[in-house]
């Protein structure tokens, strides 16, 4: 087939107009067998998005989730075969969609789901842990760069959205939320197999954000402190290695 049928077949699957098509569907079957391949197409698209944002869905009903999934596949079509990466850009259509631009928390809310699903097929490499520490120098620690696992992710949004995740993720009967801005911090990752989450404070946040930029132990420390002259970072770098949120050092 040429490059031009190609072109117009994608045209007429993501507009539904098939008028394109017509020197080479020439018959009424012909196009009716267009129309039923493109809903199966649309149809299929609806259901990926469906699975890889459960919260989003469950947030907004079925009847809204659909157009907006399909409003997005006509807007970012596939490029990638693996269906699993499908939707990476979905959070950040959300937030532009106006039919929801009321529910101010939904894209971070999908940025949500979204780390749960690529916390879930990240690579599973090795994670750093204390035995693997125990031969380096007390005053070489601070002088670490340890990365953060792959399966690591920090979101960030200024409303509760994962205290709204959360609830309506995990229970049955979701709990009331107080729908108030605020700096919200939250890590998802994968530990001996399964996706975990937490919240976090905003002085963890800093502390694991600045791991993520490749600054050191010590430097990640006073960032944490710059927020919270309080905070532990000692406690979180424990916490991180018996949880397989660090991955091998940088240095």
Known sequence: MSDRFHDELVAAITSGEAAGLEPWLTTPAALRRMAVYRNNVVHGMIEVLRAAYPVVERLVGAGFFAPMAKAYWQAVPPTDPVMSHYGEAFADFIDGYAPSAGLVYLGDVARLDRAWLEAHHASDEPALDAGQLAGLAPEALPQLAPRL??????????????????????????????????????????????????????????????LAQGQTLQDAAHAAASVDAGHNAADLFGEALASSILGGSRS
Do not use: K, M, Q
């Open 149 to 210: 696992h792959p399966s690591v992710h920090l979101c960030t949004s200024n409303w509760p959205a994962y205290a709204i995740w959360r609830s309506n993720r995990d229970d049955a009967e979701p709990a009331r939320v107080e729908l108030r801005p605020a700096p919200d911090h939250a890590l998802v990752w994968r530990h001996r197999g399964t996706v975990r989450h937490r919240a976090l404070s905003s002085a963890d946040h800093g502390f694991l954000a600045a």
